[in-house]
């Protein structure tokens, strides 16, 4: 069965530093899709980014990058130069057959 | 461009009412269907998901049940609710292929009383 994983359910970071949110997950498909989502105080789903996993490149959006490293079933986003509109719930997420696994979520705290 | 509703944004009903919830998707054909519950401050669960009219798949046992009368409709639903039925929906959309990841809908807030 496919998982994903996130180990931290709580992180923090000071206003304009830099964050490493983790995730790993398993899974059996030779091609599949990846993303982080942020879960804002109203609950609102937001997509950050996206990594094709037969793509090598690491995927950047502005501020938010991610490492993948696909032999090591692993994804992991960082947040540079963190904003206080940063804080919220984040969720990992591998596409599985019909639907995507998501990760429990780890909730990130900007400290002003 | 594609649109995604869903409604009612808060909803507070007695125990053992009925429940509906309804999630429609504009500007796409065939999409996939689903719905999530979320407790506070937890994860998402799948209750549902669909990928085409008439064709359900359950994630969960439960008191809940969902249907998908037309390609772009999607609804929840409940005979009898209970308190434990509480929480926040999600409705969210994908193509078929998956490639571009969940579309959500704002989400409802269910208060079972």
């Known amino acids: 069965a496919q998982t994903v994983t996130q180990s931290q359910p709580e992180m923090s970071v000071q206003e304009a530093e830099t964050v490493t949110l983790s995730c790993t997950y398993d899974?059996?498909?030779?091609?599949?899709?990846l993303f982080w989502y942020k879960q804002p105080p109203s609950r609102q789903m937001i997509l950050v980014i996206r990594?094709?996993?037969?793509?090598?490149q690491n995927a950047t959006e502005n501020r938010f990058s991610v490492n993948f490293q696909k032999a090591a079933k692993s994804f992991s986003l960082k947040i540079s130069d963190s904003q206080l509109g940063d804080a919220a719930m984040y969720f990992c997420?591998?596409?599985?057959?019909?639907?995507?696994?998501f990760g429990t979520g780890t909730r990130l705290k900007v400290l002003a | 461009s594609q649109t995604i509703h869903q409604w009612p944004a808060t909803l507070v009903q007695p125990v053992g009412s009925p429940l509906s919830l309804e999630c429609t998707v504009e500007?796409?054909?065939?999409?996939?269907l689903y719905w999530y519950r979320q407790a506070a401050g937890r994860g998402l669960q799948l209750l549902f998901y669909?990928?085409?009219?008439?064709?359900i798949s359950s994630e969960v046992p439960q008191n809940l049940s969902a249907s998908r009368p037309q390609d772009r409709q999607f609804i929840l639903s409940s005979k009898k609710l209970l308190l434990s039925d509480s929480g926040f929906y999600l409705c969210a959309w994908s193509q078929t292929d998956l490639r571009d990841g969940y579309t959500f809908g704002s989400g409802t807030r269910l208060t079972v009383v």
């Open positions: 500007g796409t054909s065939n999409p996939n």
């Open positions: 997420a591998c596409s599985g057959t019909y639907k995507y696994i």
């Open positions: 990594q094709e996993a037969y793509k090598q």
């Open positions: 899974t059996s498909e030779s091609d599949y899709y």
């Open positions: 669909s990928v085409g009219i008439g064709q």
